[in-house]
């Protein structure tokens, strides 16, 4: 009998599961937390999930130091959302931009795009370290997907991707109006209506969204004027000042609720 599905510990793996009814993994980090941090046995069941938008109950028929085999019990898809989110995230310090990474994986979103503007105050970070807080992120939230997490670009390079790829780019500026929802239709072009009944800024559009969020001081003036030469929708998250990685994962609950 199947355990509770609340209760089972959810895990990625780096391996296309598929169709197999079987599987081996040989991963050390794996075996490890199966092994010694969770100390799972023979015949303990976990959830595996691949990345592919599925997920596999599955069952422990052999754990050794170097090898983990699974039967695979049944499998199961979570509806997906019709937005897809890219937050474009200027570098600010290391432990407020992994947390904007943590809590915005939560939420659900899609891309994460590491931004190098006027005022960041770092050039790089530690892709790898964001990569495992994305894992992490994921197994706990019970999301199926990993977001992407890209390499760091200058802003002008990060807008022109964007903007090539077709998004539908966001900004949003201490200046700009105060938050007043609006929804967004698509037809042969991206437009915005206004309205009085939604909670949402992207109620009811389907397809990719920029979501830009600039480093503690804001977008420079120079910034902005690349913004508008570009045709973003700018808006305010309201009248109080959000630090940077406050201001990204509430614009990316936003979106999605």
């Given amino acids: 009998m199947i355990s509770n599905r609340m209760r089972l510990h959810r ?9 197999e ?5 040989t991963d050390p980090e794996l075996i490890h937390q199966l092994a010694n941090v969770f100390r799972f046995k023979i015949e303990d069941q976990v959830i595996l999930f691949d990345g592919s938008g599925l997920e596999y109950i ?9 090898e983990l085999v699974v039967k695979i019990l049944s499998y199961s898809a979570k509806a997906t959302r019709d937005v897809s989110i890219s937050l474009y995230l200027s570098l ?3 432990s407020n931009f992994e947390l904007a990474v943590e809590k915005c994986t939560e939420i659900g979103v899609t891309e994460i795009h590491p931004v190098i503007s006027e005022r960041s105050e770092k050039k790089d970070l530690n892709i790898e370290r964001l990569e495992k ?13 990993l977001p992407k997490v890209l390499n760091i670009n200058p802003l002008e390079i990060a807008v022109s991707q964007a903007i090539t790829e077709g998004k539908l780019c966001i900004t949003f500026h201490t200046d700009a109006n105060s938050f007043t929802p ?3 239709t698509q037809t042969n072009s991206l437009h915005l209506t206004r309205t009085n009944h939604s909670d949402s800024f992207l109620n009811k559009f389907e397809g990719e969204v920029a979501i ?3 480093p503690e001081g804001g977008w420079t003036e120079k910034e902005m004027a690349l913004f508008k030469k570009n045709n973003f929708e700018i808006r305010s998250l309201g009248q109080n000042i959000l630090r940077a990685e ?3 994962i509430v614009a990316v609950w936003e979106a999605f609720n």
């Avoid at 009814?21 to 993994?25: A, D, H, Q, S, V």
């Fill in 58 to 66: 599955s069952e422990i028929i052999s754990l050794t130091k170097k």
């Fill in 133 to 145: 807080i994305v894992k992490e992120a994921s197994e706990q939230s019970g999301r199926c997907t």
């Fill in 182 to 184: 609006f929804e967004i």
């Fill in 11 to 19: 895990f990625y793996i780096n391996q296309v599961i598929g169709e």
């Fill in 21 to 25: 009814k079987e599987i081996t993994l």
């Fill in 212 to 214: 830009f969020i600039g």
């Fill in 246 to 248: 406050t201001a990204a």
């Fill in 92 to 94: 600010i310090k290391k």
